[in-house]
């Protein structure tokens, strides 16, 4: 079954404390990409990867560090959480960074599960 | 980028159709339009997409004008569980924006 998968869905830890939260997709996928959501501020793309050690950032970088060693797994690293970084992750990948969009029109994007992510 | 504009929320009842219309008046000429679907607590999910005309599959349909400046997601005889909130995209766009809320009542 196509997926992507993350781990762990819920964790409560405290400020400081580094974390990782890792995604894993089975579609031999290119791009993939980490986003939060928060209530009122929709969906926010915080870094993204075109391809194996290739990656950048979204419009909400800050405070979080991102690999992709392999193609099919694209860890989010919290080195130093803090309050503000309490939200709902997902992870996302797809063929193209541009699903819906010239040679990969009818590229979707695939959604994770989330992690909902609490930092005291 | 094309921007989308969409409704906030919409409520409906259960058994009617529900038509939710996005304005991309912007759209490029090789954008595909994609609609996405989003329960609580969970990754959204692609729902349908379409370039023009109209596209129909086992959940939706898609209606898209001639000019493509606007599409209407059509959901046939909703139930409860359709209650979720639905994102228009357009071409290579990924920002999800605040999607539109459907309450579908009892």
């Known amino acids: 079954e196509a997926q992507v998968t993350q781990n762990p869905r819920y964790l409560i830890t405290v400020t400081g404390k580094k974390l990782t939260v890792t995604c894993s997709q089975n579609m031999n996928h290119e791009y993939m990409s980490w986003y939060r959501q928060d209530p009122g501020l929709g969906l926010r793309q915080i870094y993204y990867s075109m391809n194996v050690e290739v990656t950048d950032k979204g419009d909400v970088p800050e405070g979080y560090k991102v690999s992709r060693k392999e193609k099919r797994n694209f860890p989010l690293i919290l080195e130093s959480p803090s309050p503000n970084q309490t939200s709902l992750y997902f992870c996302?990948?797809?063929?193209?960074?541009?699903?819906?969009?010239?040679?990969?029109?009818?590229?979707?994007?695939?959604f994770g599960p989330g992690t909902r992510l609490t930092v005291l | 980028l094309a921007k989308t504009t969409q409704p906030i929320s919409m409520d409906s009842y259960e058994g009617q159709e529900v038509n939710i219309t996005c304005s991309h008046n912007?759209?490029?000429?090789?954008?595909?339009i994609t609609w996405y679907q989003q329960f609580p607590s969970q990754g959204p999910r692609f729902i349908i997409q379409g370039y023009k005309t109209k596209v129909t599959n086992e959940v939706a349909s898609l209606f898209i004008p001639a000019d493509r400046k606007s599409s209407t997601l059509s959901l046939p005889r909703v139930s409860l569980s359709d209650t979720a909130v639905y994102y228009c995209?357009?071409?290579?766009?990924?920002?999800f924006g605040a999607g539109t809320r459907l309450t579908v009542k009892p």
């Open positions: 996302a990948s797809s063929f193209s960074p541009f699903p819906g969009f010239g040679l990969a029109a009818t590229d979707t994007q695939y």
């Open positions: 912007n759209i490029a000429t090789n954008d595909y």
């Open positions: 995209l357009v071409g290579g766009d990924m920002r």
